[in-house]
T-cell receptor, first 112, second 116 residues
Framework: GAGVSQSPSNKVTEKGKDVELRCDPI?????LYWYRQSLGQGLEFLIY????????KSGLPSDRFSAERTGGSVSTLTIQRTQQEDSAVYLC??????????FGNGTRLTVT | AQSVTQLGSHVSVSEGALVLLRCNYS??????LFWYVQYPNQGLQLLLK??????LVKGINGFEAEFKKSETSFHLTKPSAHMSDAAEYFC??????????????FGKGTHLIIQP
């Protein structure tokens, strides 16, 4: 069956521009997560959704970052006024309740 | 609070040799532990997990890990390395059985290099 799909796979943007990253979770997975993977830093938790609500936004690094999920399915991570330090791979994962996470292939964001 | 420490950002072994990737955790409650593998330009794939029961856990591709509570460790091993094992490996801990509000806390990863 289809896995977690993320788009675009690569995004190059100029400093100061806004970007939107999309995640299509596995059908039926109620939980959705965003992580950021920077070189040498491992995976940094950003935000978690259960259905359409986000009970845990503690990992969002600044108010330039926001995320939404609609219809209990697709999620969009938005970064406003991008900075060079935002360059990273952004990974999305989904799961059923109390089941292991399934990850997408990520979006590699480069801010020039 | 939970945390994961992976000793060695890079580990190099010869093809056919034993693979040992170290992971130590801290958790205020009995942990659930995971190993994920990431191949180049791909997402993370679950290798194996420990929730309850038998402390020696077998996963895919011949990997296994042993939960040692007294040592707060969950080291990953494979008896004989293959070239295809070259990847980034992440250890993770959670209070829940896989995710949910407890989320996953990841280590910083270990890059496994296989020498021919």
């Amino acid at each position: 069956g289809a896995g977690v799909s993320q788009s675009p796979s690569n995004k190059v943007t100029e400093k100061g521009k806004d970007v939107e990253l999309r995640c299509d979770p596995i059908s039926g997975h109620t939980a959705l997560y965003w992580y950021r993977q920077s070189l040498g830093q491992g995976l940094e938790f950003l935000i978690y959704f259960q259905g359409n609500s986000a009970p845990d936004k503690s990992g969002l690094p600044s108010d330039r970052f926001s995320a939404e999920r609609t219809g209990g399915s697709v999620s969009t991570l938005t970064i406003q006024r991008t900075q060079q330090e935002d360059s990273a791979v952004y990974l999305c994962a989904s799961s059923r309740l109390n089941s292991p996470l399934h990850f997408g292939n990520g979006t590699r964001l480069t801010v020039t | 609070a939970q945390s994961v420490t992976q000793l060695g950002s890079h580990v190099s072994v010869s093809e056919g040799a034993l693979v040992l990737l170290r992971c130590n955790y801290s958790s205020s409650v009995p942990p659930y532990l995971f190993w994920y593998v990431q191949y180049p330009n791909q997402g993370l794939q679950l290798l194996l997990k420990y929730t309850t029961g038998a402390t020696l856990v077998k996963g895919i591709n011949g990997f296994e890990a042993e939960f040692k509570k007294s040592e707060t460790s969950f080291h990953l091993t494979k008896p004989s390395a293959h070239m295809s094992d070259a990847a980034e490996y992440f250890c993770a801990v959670t209070k829940g059985s896989g995710g949910g509000a407890d989320g996953l806390t990841f280590g910083k990863g270990t890059h496994l290099i296989i020498q021919p």
